[in-house]
């Protein structure tokens, strides 16, 4: 039972995060700036969290809890806020396979940092993630080339990548010290404080939200609290870095909503780099 519920938690992760983003898009091209979007889809669902609060009991709201909750509060605010950013400039069906770097950051970072030298499994599966990214990348102009890496959409989807990565970090801390109902809260309203802090630094004023954008504030709203909550119940169950894996395939989903709704070509080569890529997450795994 556990591992159906487990399955189901990643299936639904995988279409909320791919639909969070396409909404996501879809605000930014009727002019609504990234950090705005992303300060009111905290907001909103903070609102929707405050009828939970008095559920947390006091022993939940240790040290560890508040410390973690505002180190992830941080990193996600301004994580989410590139990963905006980064969707108002790029297409979505590139941007995808940038995601799954996390697992060869995660690689290389063991070989420096601790020496752990690979198996073949995991030499493997970087190889195949970036030869699917270069799929990907081919079809853009720069191709994959040290050019790619100046466009402003790949940077903020690699500043986005680490952020997140390392807030996943501080919500399976808050998991730990508090549990799930705790954690998904605190994220809300951490998200939200912080948000709201990086739209002041910004010197970026809120505005009256029109009626024809509010449908797509409430369904990324809803898409990215459901991404919160599966995330939250998956790192309770189960490694963080094997769910970060089998996350990845919502690469495969980017591409062909990216083709379908916003009409973004070359749909089976970026499939087909897709797919590598999440072949590469899977070597990931059993490595």
């Not at 002019?31 to 009111?40: C, K, L, M, Q, V």
């Not at 919160?228 to 495969?252: D, E, H, P, R, W």
Request: include cysteine.
């Amino acid at each position: 039972m556990q591992n159906l519920t487990i399955t189901i938690a990643v299936i639904l992760r995988i279409f909320s995060n791919s639909f969070s983003n396409v909404f996501q898009k879809k605000l930014t091209a009727q002019n609504e700036s990234p950090y705005s979007i992303n300060f009111i889809t905290y907001l909103i669902l903070t609102i929707f969290c405050l009828p939970l609060i008095p559920q947390l009991s006091a022993g939940a709201l240790n040290f560890d809890f508040w410390l973690y909750s505002i180190l992830g509060g941080i990193f996600g605010a301004a994580g989410n806020s590139f990963l905006i950013k980064a969707l108002e400039k790029g297409e979505l069906s590139v941007l995808g396979p940038i995601n799954a770097y996390k697992s060869v950051i995660g690689l290389i970072g063991g070989i420096v940092l601790l020496k752990e030298i690979p198996s073949p499994a995991g030499i493997l599966g970087i190889i195949l993630i970036i030869y699917g990214s270069y799929l990907v990348f081919d079809t853009v102009d720069e191709k994959f080339s040290p050019a790619l890496f100046k466009r402003k959409d790949i940077q903020y989807r690699f500043y986005a990548l680490f952020l997140t990565a390392i807030e996943a970090v501080f919500i399976k801390k808050v998991i730990l010290a508090s549990g799930i109902l705790a954690s998904c809260i605190s994220t809300c309203v951490f998200g939200a404080v912080f948000s709201f802090l990086i739209l002041k630094l910004r010197k970026i004023k809120l505005h009256k939200i029109q009626a024809k954008d509010s449908s797509y504030y409430f369904l990324t709203a809803i898409c990215f609290g459901l991404v919160m909550i599966t995330t939250a119940y998956t790192f309770a169950k189960i490694n963080v870095g094997y769910a970060l894996s089998l996350f990845q395939l919502s690469i495969l989903l980017n591409v062909f909503l990216g083709y379908k709704i916003f009409n973004e070509k070359h749909l089976l080569k970026k499939s087909a780099g897709a797919i590598i890529v999440i072949l590469g997450s899977i070597a990931v795994i059993l490595y």
